[in-house]
């Protein structure tokens, strides 16, 4: 669309730069305040220069956490978005089916967070969760608060189950969009279903993919109230993620310099993964176009 | 013309499902079954009195017993949550749609100074970890007297929901023809009254997908609306702890609670199942 | 490429079609000719595409039977009948190139590489996209993917037929008019039995060696760009062909005699007596004005001149006549005598063309 110069659409624009001014860039403000000061409590505080970023920078236990955070990111990714697809390739295209489906899969993406953690630890427990029990009964030794890999493979499977709708639901509306005869040309080409797959629907899903992997990246990496619920964190530190270790940090410590350059690198991280990924999937897009 | 090709979709959709049905079902009761095993535990539980969901593994309720939802819903700490939780989660859907809709309309008619950097910047609140921002937001509201309200959380919540929107409504608002508004300007249409008369109705489904993702993500958020709170507004998520008492945890009342805050989501689900259908489809997202 | 035969015909989206209105294709005996261009011509809505589905075998029609050479492929899926297809929007594979786009429905069957790449250069030089091989589809304008549907088409050298659905919609006017003749041009070289949906007279009068004219679910006429004009079988056809479209005015007629609005009007040609109702058809073309006194009194309302010639708007008693005159003609102005050409005359029985007795009559 050929949209217009009109500077006076700064008007209509002006609500939300005041709403997320208010929200966003004054709180901001006050965590790179903190950043750079230090402070013996009664609210006086004293420049620290960078001081709190080269300590966090050097800090093993930041690392560790950044660590966990890309690999847990990593492998719902990994599972979430072709399983996502797989579910969406096999929804009804239409009928009764296709609301109850629509529903059945969007319950678990509307369960509070903490909810879905209570769901999960419970679920999870050998003496009174389904799960927990059905694998005492197969003879596996699973236990998510002592093992650490059960504990990751509760909290990855959660995700799994929270989440995949997500991308099942945004993938299906990139297939509903496409055009009877991109079907009818294919039988008349021949085309096996793998080809259909392959240059048909996946092209004209790339859109909706792109905006499935970027959410689904964003939210995986600022999980919080999940693995607070289901683990604390543990056994150990073994599902220290990056929210967790900060609120720790923040709350648990009260250290408010270190807490808020920890922020400010945590939120750096987050911009900078989400552009990497933006730019390299907008790429493969353009690639060869022009 | 359309509705012989639409016949002609059904009559291969037909032959196709005739070949690939089995499959397909499968997969899809599979996944399913996978979500709703969970869910179906939690209810299980919390038809059950304590006594048998720790005296081991019972596939029904065999002491079947409404007694957790009726500790819930007559004690006014418990159900006062689900009433807070609805009213910032209202509050925040309305503002963050209402800001956003002018927004997106300049962003997706118009060029100008600094739209691309304004746009991005925006999307870049959407990727701020809440919990970077849990605490300056509690100094803040604490500041300005606004801790422990529904605005509080409400207007919290807009640091995610409101870029959110404005890239949903901007891809349907893109959607539509900019004939459709010359047009009306020509026909003599005030900009106000364009928008809300004719404009608005043009992007219903976009306006309700985006209700039901602001919804959505106000409705299931905890760390931010638990440390803007204490007791006056405090989520029905946050109530949750109460279960662990000095005797251990309540598991069939933390079970029935739990229940209860799948209902509302539920409910918003069905009544926007269409629009979700279509909606996904219609615009970017 | 091959002879098409649609035998006994007819298809109904309804479960259980009772009456005839029931059918969205009424029936329908027709063989199309191996190598022939057939354009299907028709508004929205009156049966073409549902015949187009049948052949390409997207749709199994109710009744009847379809035969490519002397095969029955009445049930046989679209993979099986060795058909291309263009359609109404361009349907390029957006992330292949040009070549590979080509390539494609060959490559699906087995073909050599070798062959291929000949083949596909060949196309290309014929649609003229040479240059474009080996750019990605996604980005080019609308008539270059259409061209690559059509070059993807084309490709096979055995495909039974060629069908196009609308496929000028999208395409710009200087655009359509220079595909259309490649169309045609590449028909002459190649020979494929090529259907040509659309509801545009040009594109199908251009186009077709022979048109059939559709409405309401039934064919109502096959025949040359000519005799869809001179010898429209059907009221749909004589209003729907032409610009302005024939002219039709009730009529009462005797032998080779016809009252019309209380005059006597020579039909050139003796047409015995039809019952029902009798419409006498006259093409804008065939109306001519007559010397003072002479032939059908009538007055002129309005005229409009649209470049190469002028149309005269008449009223003759209550009928509304038109009228097509070259630029050079002197109208009269107000009242005027016009006269019809009786080879342009045709007699209508219930919508359907009477069939003249004998030779002519003077």
């Known amino acids: 669309m050929n949209k217009t110069v009109n500077q006076k659409a700064w008007f209509l624009v002006l609500p939300v730069l005041v709403l997320v001014a208010f929200s966003a860039v004054i709180p901001l403000m006050t965590v790179v305040n903190y950043s750079v000061q230090d402070t013996f409590g009664n609210n006086v505080f004293f420049p620290a220069g960078l001081e709190w970023f080269r300590d966090t920078l050097q800090s093993d236990r930041m690392w560790a956490s950044l660590g966990r955070q890309i690999m847990f990111s990593a492998i719902i990714l990994a599972i979430e978005v072709p399983l996502g697809i797989f579910v969406a390739l096999n929804m009804p295209k239409k009928g009764a089916w296709v609301s109850v489906c629509l529903v059945l899969m969007s319950l678990p993406l509307l369960i509070p967070w903490n909810v879905v953690g209570t769901i999960w630890q419970i679920f999870g427990r050998v003496d009174i969760g389904l799960f927990g029990y059905l694998m005492a009964q197969l003879g596996i030794d699973y236990n998510y608060t002592q093992d650490a890999l059960d504990a990751w493979f509760t909290l990855v499977i959660m995700d799994v189950w929270h989440w995949t709708s997500l991308v099942a639901l945004l993938a299906y509306a990139g297939l509903q969009s496409i055009p009877d005869a991109y079907y009818q040309a294919a039988k008349i080409d021949q085309a096996s279903r793998w080809k259909v797959f392959r240059y048909i629907e996946l092209p004209k899903m790339q859109g909706v993919l792109l905006i499935a992997i970027l959410l689904r990246f964003m939210d995986s990496f600022m999980i919080y109230t999940e693995p607070f619920v289901v683990t604390g964190g543990g056994p150990g530190s073994a599902t220290n993620f990056l929210s967790i270790d900060l609120v720790k940090v923040a709350l648990g410590q009260m250290d408010l310099g270190p807490a808020a350059a920890y922020s400010i690198m945590y939120f750096l991280v987050v911009l900078l993964i989400s552009w990497v990924f933006y730019t390299v999937m907008t790429n493969i897009d353009k690639r060869g176009g022009a | ?285 | 490429m091959a002879k098409i035969t649609l035998s006994g015909l007819a298809h109904s989206y309804l479960p259980a079609p009772k009456s005839d209105e029931d059918f969205a294709l009424k029936e329908l005996n027709h063989v199309w000719d191996d190598g022939q261009a057939y354009a299907l011509l028709g508004s929205s809505g009156c049966g073409k595409s549902t015949l187009l589905n049948i052949i390409s075998g997207l749709l199994i029609p109710s009744q009847g039977r379809v035969l490519f050479n002397d095969r029955d492929v009445t049930e046989a899926p679209t993979a099986e009948r060795n058909i291309a297809q263009v359609f109404q929007f361009p349907v390029v594979y957006d992330t292949m190139t040009v070549r590979q786009n080509l390539a494609f429905p060959l490559q699906n069957r087995g073909a050599n590489a070798k062959y291929v790449a000949e083949r596909v250069n060949q196309i290309a030089q014929m649609i003229g996209m040479e240059a474009e091989l080996d750019r990605k589809a996604r980005g080019l304008t609308a008539d270059a993917k259409q061209k690559i549907s059509l070059g993807r088409g084309m490709v096979r050298e055995d495909v039974n037929a060629l069908l196009f659905d609308e496929p000028l919609t999208v395409i710009d006017p200087h655009m359509k008019w220079q595909l259309r003749t490649q169309l045609k041009e590449l028909h002459h070289e190649f020979g494929h039995t090529m259907i040509y949906v659309t509801h545009d007279q040009t594109e199908a009068l251009t186009f077709a060696d022979k048109v059939v004219v559709m409405s309401e679910g039934r064919v109502v006429q096959i025949g040359t760009p000519q005799d869809l004009f001179e010898r429209p079988e059907h009221t749909f056809v004589g209003y729907f062909i032409g610009s302005p479209g024939m002219n039709l005015i009730p009529a009462d007629v005797r032998g080779s005699r016809a009252i019309v609005a209380g005059s006597e009007v020579a039909l050139g040609r003796s047409y015995g007596e039809p019952d029902g109702k009798v419409e006498l058809g006259v093409r804008p073309e065939f109306v001519r004005f007559a010397p003072e006194g002479e032939g059908l009194s009538a007055r002129i309302k309005r005229v409009e001149d649209v470049g190469r010639h002028k149309i005269v708007r008449l009223e003759f008693g209550e009928h509304d006549i038109n009228a097509v005159m070259s630029e050079e003609e002197d109208l009269p102005s107000g009242s005027a005598f016009i006269r019809f050409d009786p080879v342009g005359i045709n007699i209508y029985s219930n919508d359907w063309r009477v069939q003249p007795q004998g030779g002519q009559v003077q």
């Open chain 2, 1 to 285: 013309m359309s509705a012989t090709t639409t016949d002609a979709a059904a009559t291969r959709a037909r032959a196709r499902t005739g070949r690939r049905f089995n499959t397909s079902a499968l997969v899809m009761v599979l996944y399913l079954v996978f979500l709703f095993l969970p869910i179906y535990w939690l209810i299980n539980m919390s038809l059950k009195p304590n006594s048998e969901i720790l005296g081991g593994v019972t596939f029904w309720p065999r002491n079947f017993t409404f007694d957790n939802y009726v500790t819930i819903l007559t004690d006014p700490s418990w159900y006062m949550g689900y009433v807070n939780s609805i009213i910032y989660v209202s509050l925040n859907t309305l503002i963050s749609i209402t800001v956003a809709l002018p927004a997106a309309y300049a962003f997706s008619r118009y060029h100008f100074m600094g739209d691309k950097h304004l746009f991005f910047w925006l999307l870049t609140n959407r990727m701020a970890p809440p919990a970077v921002f849990a605490l300056p937001f509690f100094q803040l509201y604490s500041s300005i007297g606004l801790f422990d309200t529904h605005i509080a959380v409400a207007l919290a919540h807009c640091l995610f929901n409101v870029p959110l929107a404005v890239w949903i409504l901007e891809g349907f608002m893109r959607g539509v023809p900019k004939e459709i508004d010359e047009t009306a300007y020509i026909d003599g249409y005030s900009f106000g009254r364009f928008f809300t008369r004719i404009f608005m109705p043009l992007i219903a489904s976009g306006i309700g997908v985006t209700a039901f993702f602001c919804f959505m993500f106000s409705w299931v958020e905890l760390l931010l609306s638990r440390t803007l709170t204490a007791t006056e507004a405090k989520p029905i998520a946050a109530t949750m702890t109460r279960t662990i008492g000095a005797s251990g945890i309540d598991w069939g009342v933390l079970a029935a609670a739990g229940v209860l805050t799948i209902v509302p989501g539920a409910l918003v689900i069905w009544f926007v199942r269409n629009y979700i259908a279509k909606g996904f489809a219609l615009g970017r997202v």
